[in-house]
T-cell receptor, first 111, second 116 residues
Framework: GNSVTQMEGPVTLSEEAFLTINCTYTATGYPSLFWYVQYPGEGLQLLLKATKADDKGSNKGFEATYRKETTSFHLEKGSVQVSDSAVYFCALSSSASKIIFGSGTRLSIRP | DGGITQSPKYLFRKEGQNVTLSCEQNLNHDAMYWYRQDPGQGLRLIYYSQIVNDFQKGDIAEGYSVSREKKESFPLTVTSAQKNPTAFYLC???????????????FGPGTRLTVL
């Protein structure tokens, strides 16, 4: 079946460091891929998405490229800020009805 | 402003009591979802509904019930049959349009349920 595997956390970085959170997937067909972010005590917010191979999603300095050959959708940011501290979820949608979420990666940024 | 509202934000319940969590959306979305999130874990799907008066079980439906009498509303009842109900509950909706097969979901702020 379809599944998403993402980097286990927590990930702790200093401010202005480069961020990579790995995400790989298993799916039949051509899924859409998403990154969601969850700040403490809140719901999930869509951070970015990509709907076909080689698409690059980007938002707020974050980027991820849909790599079909490696079944990956790694999240990157060139210079993180304290305000980026949150839990990040990789997810895929292979049908109109459901999204499958990864287990989440907690990111903490030190000033 | 369009969005999804969940109430209450915090809910306390005694063991053996049923409790209903509210979820309302004014986004005119067809599909709605309920997830459960436990500390340090991902989301698990409880129930979902793609159209009014119809809903399907997710991965962990036992001990929960839902209704979808109106497009805007998708309340979740946590029954006394749910053995470990303390968790963070998230409601989501999706446009699920014909033109886009793979729609993202939009989330409410969540309800934290604690069983005393």
């Amino acid at each position: 079946g379809n599944s998403v595997t993402q980097m286990e956390g927590p990930v702790t970085l200093s401010e202005e460091a480069f961020l990579t959170i790995n995400c790989t997937y298993t799916a039949t067909g051509y899924p859409s891929l998403f990154w969601y972010v969850q700040y403490p005590g809140e719901g999930l917010q869509l951070l970015l998405k990509a709907t076909k191979a080689d698409d690059k999603g980007s938002n707020k300095g974050f980027e991820a490229t849909y790599r079909k050959e490696t079944t990956s959708f790694h999240l990157e940011k060139g210079s993180v800020q304290v305000s980026d501290s949150a839990v990040y979820f990789c997810a895929l949608s292979s049908s109109a009805s459901k999204i499958i979420f990864g287990s989440g990666t907690r990111l903490s940024i030190r000033p | 402003d369009g969005g999804i509202t969940q109430s209450p934000k915090y809910l306390f319940r005694k063991e053996g009591q049923n409790v209903t969590l509210s979820c309302e959306q004014n986004l005119n979305h067809d599909a709605m979802y309920w997830y459960r999130q436990d500390p340090g874990q991902g989301l698990r799907l409880i129930y979902y509904s793609q159209i009014v008066n119809d809903f399907q079980k997710g991965d962990i439906a036992e001990g929960y019930s839902v209704s979808r009498e109106k497009k805007e509303s998708f309340p979740l009842t946590v029954t006394s049959a749910q053995k470990n109900p303390t968790a963070f509950y998230l409601c989501a909706s999706s446009p699920q349009t014909v033109l886009s097969s793979y729609n993202e979901q939009f989330f409410g702020p969540g309800t934290r349920l604690t069983v005393l």
